[in-house]
């Protein structure tokens, strides 16, 4: 089965690593090709010269980059995606991206008898190394069962959330969750250390507790407490994805307060840490108001 898989990324590469292997003949390509001679230097997997190239003779091509803007430039043009692409072919984005431009995507290689299906991942580099991302699909039920031998290859929990551009919606919700689990757990946690309760010890009561979750349960005690930031997930990506999620909600006419704030807010700690900052890092913006250090 031949699989075309571009952009190497940090949850992009160990995706791809389990497609290097039996039954399926990779291709891979990366905006930076050094990046994918040394994926190609590592595992079996031929490297394109173009996204075209990468596509050309592939049965499923699939899309794992920052953002829909990215999955436009790399299927347009004339060495883009829909250039190589087969007829019968089917492009899987694993993308966090937006409903709409999966859908104007979609739409564009329908046209040319390509299937498409939206399929952004969950679990980090930690669940990607280990095959057991989830993935949540937008597309039709034939297209996601025909996916899912390709799928299953890096994920655990394969769920067809709707038709297409539904899998990008459930990711950006998702995504604003975090992002107010993330807010709040660090504005309860600088307010208990200005009372001069340990950290360590509010934690563990919360994670004993009715306010608990996977935030405080796994990345507060690593990154805020024991301040190491990895860069696995970055802010500025968290901020693109409540902002999708802002805008969906915007476009259904739905009052959603938490949404409408939390984008505001991660845009703010964006702006304030810059691009390379972890997600997490938001954190450091409420101690820098509150005058706190939490820890």
Not at 203 to 218: A, D, M, Y
Request: hydrophobic share 40%.
């Amino acid at each position: 089965m031949k699989v075309a898989f571009l952009g190497l990324g940090a949850i992009g590469t160990p995706m791809a690593a389990h497609l290097s292997r039996d039954p399926f003949e990779l291709t891979v390509w990366n905006r930076t090709r050094e990046k994918a001679e040394a994926f190609a230097h590592e595992h079996r997997a031929r490297i394109a010269s173009s996204p075209a190239d990468a596509a050309r003779g592939a049965e499923f091509v699939i899309t794992c980059v920052p953002s829909s803007r990215e999955v436009e430039s790399i299927v347009d043009g004339e060495d883009g995606i829909e250039s190589g692409i087969d007829s019968g072919a089917m492009l899987i984005d694993c993308t966090s991206g937006d409903p709409q431009t999966s859908r104007w995507i979609a739409e564009r290689l329908r046209a040319r008898g390509v299937e498409f299906i939206d399929a952004p991942v969950s679990g980090g580099v930690k669940g990607a190394i280990a095959g057991s991302l989830t993935v949540m699909c937008g597309g039709a039920q034939t297209s996601v069962v025909r996916a899912r031998p390709v799928l299953q290859s890096f994920g655990r929990n394969i769920i067809r959330c709707g038709d297409i551009g539904a899998g990008d919606a459930v990711k950006a919700m998702n995504q604003a969750l975090l992002a107010i689990h993330i807010w709040s757990a660090g504005e309860a946690l600088a307010a208990l250390s200005k009372l001069g309760v340990e950290p360590s010890i509010a934690l563990e009561v919360i994670n004993g507790s009715s306010g608990r979750s996977n935030t405080s349960e796994n990345l507060f005690p690593e990154r805020v407490l024991g301040r190491k930031y990895p860069r696995t997930f970055k802010l500025a990506l968290l901020d693109k994805d409540v902002g999708i999620a802002r805008q969906i909600v915007e476009e259904n006419g739905l009052e959603s307060p938490f949404i409408e704030l939390a984008a505001q807010l991660f845009r703010e700690a964006h702006s304030e840490l810059g691009e390379d900052a972890d997600h997490v890092e938001a954190v450091r913006v409420i101690e820098q108001r509150a005058g706190v250090r939490i820890s």
